[in-house]
């Protein structure tokens, strides 16, 4: 069973950083596409970044400009820098493998929290 672990979530105050990590138990070398989501208490899910085998990237609008997805396929692992934080970015943070085009084809971690205050 395919694991994806995330990691680096936490309490940090607005206008700040953090790098939220994932580490996937499977090669991610050639997947169809790597993806970070996010959801706030009684919202629903939104993409935050995803990151395509062509090496397009798609950023939420809301993230444009101040969050970076990134891979390192040695490691098996995707990354999400997150820069100028704002409350509103406060939520669970998940990653995302898309192994193919199929639909259902992925996997799914845990969840980070992030919370964004002062």
């Known amino acids: 069973q395919v694991q994806l672990v995330e990691s680096g979530g936490g309490l940090v105050q607005p206008g700040g950083s953090l790098r939220l990590s994932c580490a996937v138990s499977?090669?991610?070398?050639?997947?169809?596409?790597l993806g970070w989501y996010r959801q706030a208490p009684g919202k629903q899910r939104e993409t935050v970044a995803q990151?395509?085998?062509?090496?397009?990237?798609k950023y939420g609008d809301s993230m444009k400009g101040r969050f970076t997805i990134s891979r390192d396929n040695a490691k098996n692992m995707v990354y999400l820098q997150m820069n100028d934080l704002k409350p509103e970015d406060t939520a669970v943070y998940y990653c995302?493998?898309?192994?193919?085009?199929?639909?259902?084809?992925?996997?799914w971690g845990q969840g980070t929290q992030v919370t964004v205050s002062s």
């Open positions: 499977e090669s991610i070398f050639n997947v169809y596409c």
């Open positions: 995302n493998v898309d192994w193919s085009r199929a639909p259902g084809d992925d996997s």
């Open positions: 990151l395509y085998d062509d090496g397009m990237t």
